[in-house]
């Protein structure tokens, strides 16, 4: 797969949210998902939980389960010492609450 399928993955979940490809956000959300328990590594830096890129893949395509993968990604990060990726996950997951 290489280094870089993981944050390319994340990568595409944010813009595929943005832009509102529900398809392409289930895609993605349905690849990233037997790994949510890792982060995206380049090789250099993390780029995130990849429970991050499953949760911005979750509110791409309206998955209900957006929020606890938001608190997924911050307890990971919290556990690498990584406060702004804390940030940015607990940020999301109280904004995608229902």
Known sequence: MG????TALIVAAEAACIVG??????????LLLPFVDQVAFTGLWVTAPIAYGVAVAC???DDRRAPKFFRH???IADRIQAPVLVARALEHSHANRR
């Open 59 to 61: 509110a791409g395509c």
């Open 73 to 75: 990604a911050a307890d």
């Open 3 to 6: 280094t870089f399928w993981s």
């Open 21 to 30: 490809l529900p398809d392409v956000s289930s895609t993605i959300r349905d």
